[in-house]
């Protein structure tokens, strides 16, 4: 395994929950840090939590208190645990990691800053 493998995700209606998973390629993969960016039709693709194995770092404001990261280093797996669902949720969903230290210049937000990228899972949330 050389990238992460997604799965997950799928149609919900506004306010259910959904479950990402992605299983990371190796600790030494994500050991500058993971995130889950989402892309929706249209627009770019935006970073919506970034964390580490033991904290986040930033979490997009839409999401706070609705979506977590729940993690389980002994299966190298993060989650993108997603609560109350809307519709402004709809997107492609991404996981991401970086392998490489952080120098000045690098921004977490930017999709470029990661060596690893999940194949991406779409979620759609109906109103």
């Known amino acids: 395994q050389v990238q992460p493998v997604q799965s997950g995700g799928g149609l919900a209606q506004a306010g259910e929950s959904l479950r990402l998973s992605c299983v990371l390629p190796?600790?030494?993969?994500?050991?500058?840090?993971m995130a889950w960016f989402r892309q929706a039709a249209g627009r770019e693709r935006e970073v919506v939590v970034f964390f580490n194995w033991s904290t986040e770092t930033y979490i997009l404001d839409s999401v706070k208190g609705r979506f977590t990261v729940p993690r389980d280093i002994d299966k190298n797996t993060v989650y993108l645990q997603m609560n109350n669902l809307k519709p402004e949720d709809t997107a492609v969903y991404y996981c991401?990691?970086?392998?490489?230290?952080?120098?000045?210049?690098?921004?977490?937000?930017?999709?470029?800053?990661?060596?690893?990228w999940g194949q991406g899972t779409q979620v759609t949330v109906s109103s």
């Open positions: 190796g600790r030494t993969s994500s050991e500058y840090g």
């Open positions: 991401a990691a970086r392998s490489h230290p952080w120098k000045i210049g690098n921004n977490y937000r930017r999709p470029e800053s990661y060596d690893f």
